[in-house]
């Protein structure tokens, strides 16, 4: 059945619908933030989408496409601060673990 925005019961089926997906999602990036290996990854995606650094360049493409990946990386970002705050605290302590059994 298609969607009425002018049916209330249509709109309020479809807001439900939303807030259901939502809380799925959310609940599925909580059960990846609780998995090590999954945080690794995620660490290495950020900083390869340029979240820890600048994306000046004097190239206006080149700094276009920097800002692009960053921009994605930034999305990601945002959505594991709203879901789980503590999980990037977690990320950036095991990164630094890393790097320091890696000297």
């Known amino acids: 059945m298609a969607h009425n925005p002018s049916d209330a019961g249509s709109v309020k089926e479809m ?11 959310r609940e599925e990036l909580m059960a990846l933030l609780g998995n090590g290996a999954f945080r690794k990854f995620l660490w290495r995606y950020l900083a390869s989408c340029g979240v820890f650094r600048s994306s000046f360049s004097s190239n206006a493409l ?4 920097d800002e692009g990946e960053r921009n994605v990386g930034l999305k990601i970002l945002a959505e594991i601060n709203e879901v789980h ?18 000297e």
Do not use: F, G
Request: aromatic share 4%.
């Open 15 to 25: 807001e439900r619908k939303d807030k259901d997906r939502t809380r799925i999602q």
């Open 62 to 65: 080149v700094m276009a496409r």
């Open 85 to 102: 705050p503590e999980s990037y605290l977690v990320m950036q302590e095991e990164s630094r673990m890393e790097e320091k059994k890696n």
